[in-house]
């Protein structure tokens, strides 16, 4: 499901705006169509941030991608730079595997491909930095890690709410999830049900 601002153009142009903070997820599908097991949706990722930063990667995760989002609407986010190929990803491109902790879903690491930033927040804004987009195993990022931005909180949430629906309008349209075993599907319970009481807190 594309949602209307998404486009590479309409992007570029909003690039100058004040507070402009501005992320899509597009393309949405599973990495196999016929296998029912498979309940984690992939697809394309644009972020536009303040007035220099645009960045775009496809066959990300998105559904572990929103979860992780919504934790940063109240939680600061730090992206570990010092840890290479090893840095925790906002935006991951695996993360197939969660279980179940007493603290919420806990989603296993998957490769160095994703992208990721530090959030800090200071009273109703929220800063960031230590930007990330790693588009090969090697970790490597395409961007320069200098670039910082400043938005407020109701500009961030507003658009991480967004994604978030997009995920779940994506997978209410889909056939019922199957699992492998008792331990995926207490790791998929856990999943929704924190995704959901994020999403609640918000309101």
């Keep these: 499901m ?20 501005q992320l899509c997820f597009d393309q949405f599908s599973w990495i196999e169509e016929q296998n029912e097991t498979d309940l984690c949706a992939h697809g394309s990722v644009k972020i536009a941030v303040g007035d220099g930063l645009l960045i775009e990667q496809d066959g990300l995760c998105l559904t572990v991608s929103a979860l992780k989002l919504l934790r940063t609407l109240t939680d600061n986010f730090d992206s570990h730079p010092e840890a290479g190929e090893d840095r925790d990803l906002l935006i991951p491109h695996c993360g197939h595997v969660w279980y179940p902790t007493e603290a919420g879903v806990y989603i296993m690491p998957g490769c160095p491909i994703g992208i990721t930033w530090s959030i800090q927040h200071e009273g109703e804004m929220v800063n960031f930095s230590q930007f990330h987009n790693a588009e090969s195993t090697s970790g490597i990022s395409s961007i320069s890690s200098l670039f910082t931005a400043r938005v407020s909180l109701d500009t961030y949430r507003q658009q991480v709410l967004a994604v978030s629906e997009a995920v779940i309008h994506f997978h209410d349209s889909q056939p019922p999830r199957s699992f492998h075993d008792d331990e995926a599907k207490a790791g998929h319970r856990a999943f929704w049900h924190e995704f959901n009481q994020l999403r609640q807190q918000t309101f």
């Design 2 to 21: 594309a949602r209307e601002g998404c486009e590479s153009s309409d992007f570029k142009d909003r690039l100058a705006m004040t507070d402009h903070f």
